[in-house]
């Protein structure tokens, strides 16, 4: 029980503590300008492992690196006492380093340098020390010499081949091999243990062999070291025969005395094992016995923890990774044969190095803060704790009166300046050690920005948003934001304030668009950082791509229609099962959709239209579905046979997504058409099995066709075939009839069964027949074929007629009586007295009296009336004769009927017969009548075409069909515009006239015209036509441009222009600008060019006045054969062309020696000198 004392100062403690913990320390930024201007104290941050294992052929390297402001100074301790670094020059420190790096290049021993050493970084503000690193070099001793004896064992016994290798550092690993390096084979009998024993749970004859080697190999020299081989000599009561081996029998038939299960490892019912913490637990049992015994584990008071625990070595290795304090306990380990069983108890026990709980972490305070540095561990048994500060125990370091030791906690009260220091925790036990360093440093630091200066910030609108403004100081700068540079902080409502200076805006609005300032202060100054923030309007997907199925080839269109906010640029990625997809030429995308030509199965999947901008994304997703034929089904299968079905099982081939909705069975048989598939049945979609419904005497094969919505799949590979047994017809014979060819006959015919329906062999038709309402009896008669012929019958006689069919198995059922008929004969009356009356334009009524019909010698079949057009009595109108005929079923007494479709104003012809169903009767008397006029058929054709702007031209052709004397035309308009039609006006024209010029009062109005032809009777047929648009581009419709004469003065009076203009051009070139050729006298062309008195250069010579070869001498002159020289454009006989090859013309006479041969042409009187001087 405490004392009232002793309960005050823990409440006292306890008080402390929630304070402290309420503190809130500084955490420094690692931007490099603040850490290059803060002081700090050292920190390690690399050092090698504690216990350091070295290769003894290479150089030693220790780690030791650590950071601080100022850079620290680094010493080291080894065995406790300072290591004089200088002293020994195989030992060099590394610059800016601690890390130590110990050479042998000049000689030394590794060994030498054993031992434990400690590295101290040091600055001003402070002193860090590593681990204490034991460094040891790497051993890899040879094997002792040794003489092995060869062993010797009774066959079935148990057997140890001790391995012991050499102890090395690290420990080698061992394992058996022969000599050649060949493993030996290991199982539930052999296996190697833990120790690196070989051990034999019982010998067999085939395990003699003089070649049982152990070796080791040693990791850091990578080097195997082989021990002498053992020989193995198994004693047998019988000889040992090879060939009589097998799995069953492993000692091929002779007798071995058995054993009950023994340990060889470990010995004795009871063991006990130490692990350690977060290390790897090994139990093995390894035992003895024959047959074999099976090794088993359990744990006492719980089950074996499965994620942790695995079974090796043939069970007889237990192995549980990452130890933990629940791991101990109470392991049994059993192993059995037939004979019986035996147990091993292993005990464990785990116990633990220091582990951290609260490791101490730096802790950065301002002047008259507070803070705590805490280091708690934990172990078993349960770690020690002792702090120190800069390497020295804290009772040998100056007093500090801010600082107070409570356990494991070091509290630290309104720190100053200079306080700095680097504390060290020591948590140890008898299984090792943790030891931490950290520092506590007292800062004091203006406030400063951390962030980039004037940041633009772009926000989605409706969205929440944060505004950063990192910052650092010390003590820790107070905060506030404003919004354009007005108004008090920003804090509450829409807005709220994190520790770390960021706003959050809740929801961003346009009207929270502006600058935004954050300014930090505190007792050592003040600084501030400007957001500006632009609110815009959010990217989203308003036109999401659709589910889709479609059928392979097809081509698919997704659509995604995007909104954004019109300042953002934004792109759109298509994504297929979440992968990107790459374009190709069945691919392509546009800016709202992707399309897919020739779809295949692998495109199908689901795509994702992802949209995205500078500030804010969105997507949607569809899936395509491909569709196909389905596959053609599959293993066809026959069963249940009866004589006339069968049962067709299959099954069904993928239906590549469109669900199968029927089946198509189909048949082939080869005797009838063999090779030839025709449809048997149709079934639904949802079956596999069914009854074929089959015809006798057929021999079968089937196959099945699977549908779907896209279409048929390929025929299933046939089934086995299958004969139905033969039976009698089913079936009469259908389309039976009697009628005559001639006129004492009647043929009896009938469609023949088809193949399937015949049933079996020897197919026959028996047929009936004898006269109607007679009592005779039945004639008949057996055909193979489809037709009997009755002979010697009267003329159009009626008959009884049956039928049956019948085969070698018997008949089939008797048809029912059908009437025939024998043959018919010529009508031997006529129709008389025909005669027409009422007759108009087009029509006319007919009469006459009728015939016997007993004298039709047949079926009556109809009254035909032939008739004729002879002519027309339009004048000069020639016509087609044309016979046509009409028939008329009638059997009254005084029968009559109308003739219609005639031409009007034509003569016609006709006459009248009786008819049967093959021939003609006599015809009647010839009538001769004349139509009336009539209104003419349409103009054949109508054309306007507009000749000006305010003129059309219209142009039509004679009727093709007058019907009556032609007696002129009539023309209706009107004015048609977009809201009413005007009131039509009416034009005639006489008979011989076909065009009309019609001025238009406004070129823009347009007319409906109506043209017809005139007979005495009326107008005729109607010719509608409406008038051509008036064009900006052109007004003349159907008109050749180039003959209007217009256009022909125009295109004239342009040639004569251009015509003069080239002219004028050429004199003036030919001339030779302001230099006159007649003023020039003929002068040598000297050394130096002659220059005339204005300043010019004359380039002629006496070459110059020689006539050009094949010029002309003058106007009358001959003309040479050079037709086409430049001088025959000018007046005289001498052409010149200057240095660029230009024509220099002389237009003027000479007055030389050549005045006198007729050359008398002068300036005034040439043509071309006269547009000259105009010009």
Known sequence: MLSPCGRAALAFMSLQLLLWRETVTIEVPQDPKILADLKQPPTIIKQSVKDYIVDPRDNIIIECEAKGNPVPTFTWRRNGKFFNIGKDPRVTMRKRSGTLEIGFRNGGRPEDYEGEYQCFANNVHGMALSNKIVLRVS??????????????????????????????????????????????????????????????????????????????????????QQKNPFTLKIITNEPYNRTSYNASDTYGGRKVSESTPTFLLPLGSESSKMVLRDKQLLLECIAAGLPTPTIKWFKKGGDLPGHKVKLENYNKTLKVINVSEEDAGEYVCMANNHLGSIRHSIFVQVKAAPYWLDKPTNLVLAPEENGRLVCRANGNPKPSIQWLINGQTIDSSLANPSRQMMGDTIIF??????????????????????????????????????????????????NRTFLDCPFFGSPH?????????????????????????????????????GTYTCVASSILGMAENQVRLEVKEPTRIVGAPQRQSAVRGLTVRFECKVESDASLPVSVEWMKDDKPLYLGWRMKKDDESLTI??????????????VKSEIDQDSASARLTVLDHPDPPLDLDLSDPAARSVRLTWIPGNDHRSPITEFLVQFEENHWEPGRWQDLATYPGDLNSVILQLA??????????????????????????????????????????????????????????????????????????RRKDSDAEWNNVTTIGNKVVVHDTNTYEPYEIKIQASNDVGPGPESNVVIGYSGEDKPTNAPT???????????????????????????????????????????????????????????????????????????????????????????????????????????????????????????????????????GYQLKYQIVNASREARPQIETFPPNTTEYTMRLPDRSTRYKFYLSALTQVGAGEV?????????????????????????????????????????????????????PVRDKKELPLDSVDQKDPDGSFDYHSDEDNKPLQGSQTSLEGPVKESDDSLVDYGEGGDGQFNEDGSFIGQYTVKKDKDETEGNESSEATSPVNAIYSLA
Request: proline residues 8%.
């Open 139 to 224: 051993k890899a001793p040879l094997w002792p010499k040794e003489v092995l004896e060869p062993v010797v064992v009774t066959e079935g016994t148990s057997l140890v081949l001790p391995c012991n290798p050499p102890p090395g550092l690290p420990p080698p690993f061992t394992f058996w091999m022969t000599s050649m390096m060949m493993p030996i084979r290991q199982d539930k009998r052999v296996s190697k243990g833990l120790n690196g024993d070989m051990y034999f749970s019982n010998v067999m004859a085939q395990d003699a062999n003089s070649d049982y080697s152990c070796n080791a190999r040693f990791p850091f020299t990578h080097t195997i």
């Open 413 to 462: 009260r309104s720190v100053q300046i200079g306080s700095s220091a680097v504390y060290q925790c020591n948590a140890s036990n008898q299984h090792g050690y943790l030891l931490a360093n950290a520092f506590v440093s007292v800062l004091d630091y203006p406030p400063r920005m951390l962030g980039p200066k004037n940041q633009l910030i772009q926000v989605v609108k409706n």
């Open 477 to 513: 700068p107070a905060l506030r934001w404003f919004k354009n540079g007005q108004g008090s902080g920003l804090d509450g409502g829409m807005y709220r304030l994190y520790i770390n200076g960021t706003l959050e805006i809740k929801r961003a609005r346009v009207e929270d668009e």
């Open 597 to 610: 030509s020739n779809i295949n199965e692998g495109d199908e999947g689901t795509y994702t239209c992802s």
């Open 696 to 769: 006798p005497f057929v021999n079968y094969q089937f196959r099945v066709i699977a549908i779907n919505a896209v279409g048929q799949s390929k025929p299933s590979a046939p089934s086995p075939r299958y004969k139905t047994s033969s039976a009698a017809p089913d079936v009469i014979p259908r389309g039976l009839q009697g009628w005559g060819s001639e006129k004492n006959n009647m043929e009896i015919t009938w469609e023949p069964l088809l193949d399937l329906e015949k049933n079996a062999p020897n197919l026959q038709y028996v047929v009936w027949w």
């Open 833 to 967: 007295e025909l005669r027409i009356s009422k007759v108009d334009s087009t029509k006319g009524h007919i009469h006459w009296k009728p015939v016997d019909l007993a004298s039709v010698q047949g079926e009556f079949k109809e009254y035909r009336l032939y008739y004729s057009r002879e002519s027309s009595h339009v004048p000069g109108l020639l016509v087609r004769k044309e016979n046509k005929t009409k028939g008329f079923y009638t059997t009254m007494a005084e029968p009559s009927a109308i003739l219609s479709r005639l031409v009007p104003f034509s003569r016609y012809k006709m006459f009248m017969v009786v008819a049967n169903n093959r021939y003609e009767g006599p015809p009647s008397n010839t009538v001769e009548f004349s139509t009336k006029e009539g209104v003419p058929d349409a103009p054949p054709f109508f054309r306007i075409n507009r000749r000006g702007f305010d003129t059309i031209h219209l142009e039509w052709d004679k009727p093709l069909e007058p019907n009556g004397i032609l007696i």
């Open 1023 to 1075: 010719f509608p036509e409406d008038s051509p648009f008036f064009t900006n581009e052109a007004y003349i419709d159907q008109v050749d441009i180039a003959t209007q004469g217009w256009f022909i003065g125009l295109m004239c009076a342009i040639a004569l222009i251009i015509l003069i203009l080239l002219i004028v051009c050429f004199i003036k070139r030919s001339r030779g600008g302001k230099y």
